[in-house]
């Protein structure tokens, strides 16, 4: 899709077929993929490097990521801001799983199941493995993270060149972006999910 066609705040919809239009390009435009995949040094933004790391970097990066912040994941974990079970029970976060747990809600398994949690042993058990169970369990993971990166890429670099097409004069021209953003996030995340 081009700026002409796109609307000041694309839906979710627009965002999907910018991203489709961006593929079917990169697919038969070899220059604009080179683009994307190595940089460019016109236009705005002038993008000098890369658009994205590549998939093993990306994995690598997420992997460096948990392994920084592992102590800072076990700080908050044993320490939350609200109570776990309580929230899980919610009728909210109950919603978010019905379509997918459907027959477990119309038995109450997970009220049941809730109802039996010891918040004390299952923080017993977080600190028991540390800060380590969480980064290693990313580090052990990285052939996964890199098949699920390398599935994306293209998707990515689609919505990139969708995101950088849009104006950026104005306040308002720079908020529908970072929306536009989001929403392209989410199209790709419900065509994976389809698929």
């Known amino acids: ?45 002038m ?22 912040n592992a102590a800072k994941w076990l700080a908050r974990t044993t320490k939350p801001k609200k109570n776990f079970k309580l929230e899980a029970l919610k009728a909210t976060s109950q919603a978010r799983y019905h379509a997918s747990m459907e027959k477990v809600l119309r038995d109450k398994v997970w009220e049941g199941g809730m109802g039996l949690v010891d918040e004390s042993e299952t923080m017993a058990i977080i600190e028991k493995r540390g800060s380590g169970a969480y980064s290693q369990g990313v580090a052990d993971r990285v052939p996964k993270i890199t098949r699920r990166v390398k599935e994306l890429y293209s998707e990515r670099l689609a919505l990139a060149a969708a995101v950088d097409a849009l104006p950026v004069s104005t306040d308002a021209e720079r908020e529908a972006k970072v929306i536009a953003n989001i929403r392209g996030l989410k199209a790709i995340g419900e065509k994976r999910r389809k698929a």
């Open 47 to 68: 993008v000098l490097g890369p658009r994205l790391p590549t998939p093993e970097e990306w994995a690598q990066l997420q992997v460096k990521g948990a392994q920084d």
């Open 1 to 45: 899709m081009s700026k002409r066609t796109m609307p000041a705040v694309p839906s979710i919809d627009d965002m999907a077929a910018a991203i489709e239009a961006n593929l079917r390009r990169m697919e038969t435009d070899e220059d604009f993929r080179h683009e994307l995949v190595e940089g460019h040094t016109s236009g705005n933004p």
